[in-house]
């Protein structure tokens, strides 16, 4: 009986992003190990002192950004309900001091003076990109796979995995 509550839950619990993927217009998608690497060193290099990931799923990212620079504080924002419960559960279980987790629109709040790292999808690069235009928020983006139409990365990365998956730096 145990097996068949946690068969209906688990199911429940697919659904639900199910449907907000469909919402947003896209699911949550972890990021692979070598990308994280390459986010991580740009992340190291950068003035800011806070991180901001925008669109963090189930936090992975986040999480590790958080541990490997201690000395700055990472924010992450997501929409849908499990990913960011399970990020929150993560992130305690971990005991990450220096991550704070918000279910929030990222659109929608103050991404002022930060680096902001993204992993979004077309539609998603396009209302940053709005965002950006519409206020003067002296940043710097890392955005693993998708660019920005509009707005001029200074420098793109080829990350050496199956995909060749591109990840573009902005300063804005």
Known sequence: ????????ILLFITITIAISSLKIGISPMP??????????ALAKNSTKNEIIDLGSGFGSLA??????????KVLAYEVSFFPYIISKVLK???????????????????????????????????NLEDKLFDETINTEIISSTFAFRH???????EV?????TPIYFYKT
């Not at 009986?1 to 209906?8: A, D, G, K, V």
């Not at 999480?63 to 700055?72: E, G, R, T, V």
């Not at 991550?99 to 077309?122: A, H, R, T």
């Open 151 to 157: 707005i001029k990365f200074r420098k793109k990365i």
């Open 160 to 164: 050496k995995d199956i995909y060749r």
């Open 31 to 40: 990021s692979s190990k070598k990308v994280a690497m390459e986010i991580l």
């Open 92 to 126: 305690t279980i971990l005991r990450v001091k220096n991550l704070e987790i918000y279910k929030k629109d990222f659109l929608k709040e103050d991404l002022k003076n930060s680096l902001l790292v993204c992993y979004l999808f077309p539609k998603g690069m396009q």
């Open 1 to 8: 009986m145990f097996e068949l509550y946690l068969l209906i």
């Open 63 to 72: 999480i590790f950004l958080a541990i490997n620079i201690p000395h700055k």
